[in-house]
């Protein structure tokens, strides 16, 4: 059984920073393709990034520019790093791996965007 677990969730004004975290028990290359969703209060789970095994990455439109995935193969651990924040990124963040056509999910990370 796959488990991933994310990390370093949290609140912060906006402009700030957060760096989240997501573990994987087994080997991140053995993925198809990895990455974060998030989901806000009353609104649809939505793709915020992903890579693909090959290293091909896609950020939508909303994080472009201020987001970057990335990942340590070593340490079996996938990373969004979340810079110039706004209110609009309050979400919980969801880890996901996909291999062939099962998905895996974390259990989430919360991430709270305020004055």
């Known amino acids: 059984q796959v488990h991933l677990v994310e990390s370093g969730g949290g609140s912060v004004q906006p402009g700030g920073s957060l760096r989240l975290s997501c573990a994987s028990s087994?080997?991140?290359?053995?993925?198809?393709?990895m990455g974060w969703s998030r989901q806000a209060p009353g609104e649809q789970r939505e793709l915020v990034a992903d890579i693909n095994v090959g290293g091909k990455i896609n950020y939508s439109d909303s994080v472009k520019g201020r987001f970057t995935i990335s990942r340590d193969g070593a340490a079996n651990t996938i990373y969004l790093q979340m810079n110039s924040l706004k209110p609009e990124d309050t979400a919980i963040y969801y880890c996901f791996g996909q291999i062939m056509s099962r998905s895996y999910w974390g259990r989430g990370a919360q991430v709270t965007v305020s004055e």
């Open positions: 087994d080997n991140i290359f053995n993925f198809n393709r």
